[in-house]
């Protein structure tokens, strides 16, 4: 048997759709968590749209054109740790949680296309980051999460869920953290110091400006 055709796949699912174009809510998955952030009373689906006709273009598709053809700028803001290969930045524009970074390799590439020595290295620093955010008194837990529809080159997202606040348990964490106030800048920069000072010392490189204000 072949693999499952886009045009099949959507034909099995909006067989499933009531009048109105609308799959019915699942209560019994996500929503009927105990860690879902909305009510569910009120919650619907938005009716089902067919497959487009392309996937859409990223950012960065051309190489040429993706920020990885600049050097890292040691000057920036949210640059919090950075080596020959890789660079850590940390989310300053706004987060509602202790500390959001993102992980990319210098070189530019998506997580199917990742030379073999880049590869090599993505599990170790996955590893030393996650377990310096759970070593952050304020963090319970460092969560990971990989979207890329936005851009075509690999960004890792590292995420330190807030301590004891079971609610915000599991992924519906991104919900919660774009409804949360927002943590001020030096807090973030105290939350990303000891990461960025754990990268460097396993990792080697240099600590940027976000972690050093």
Known sequence: MEPESIEDYYERIAAHVGADGRLPVAVEEMPGWDIFPYEVD????????????????????????CWCANPVDPDSDSLMWWNERW?????????????????????HCDLGTMPPAVAAE??????????????????????????????????LLLMGRPARMLQLRGSPLLDWEENLPRVPSE???????????????????????AAQR
């Open 87 to 107: 660079k850590v930045d940390l989310g300053f524009e706004g987060s509602g949680l202790p500390i959001m970074a993102w992980l990319s390799p210098l070189v």
């Open 42 to 65: 009120s919650l619907r689906l938005k009716p089902l749209q067919p497959p487009a006709a392309t996937e859409p273009a990223r950012r960065g598709e051309d190489a040429a054109a």
């Open 122 to 155: 993505l599990g170790s620093l996955v590893g030393t980051m996650a377990g310096a955010i759970e070593g952050l008194p304020s963090v319970g837990r460092a969560q990971l999460a990989k979207y890329g529809d936005g851009g075509a080159h690999l960004h």
């Open 187 to 209: 807090v973030l920069a105290s939350n990303g110091r000891p990461v960025a000072r754990a990268l460097a010392e396993a990792h080697g490189g240099w600590i940027g400006p």
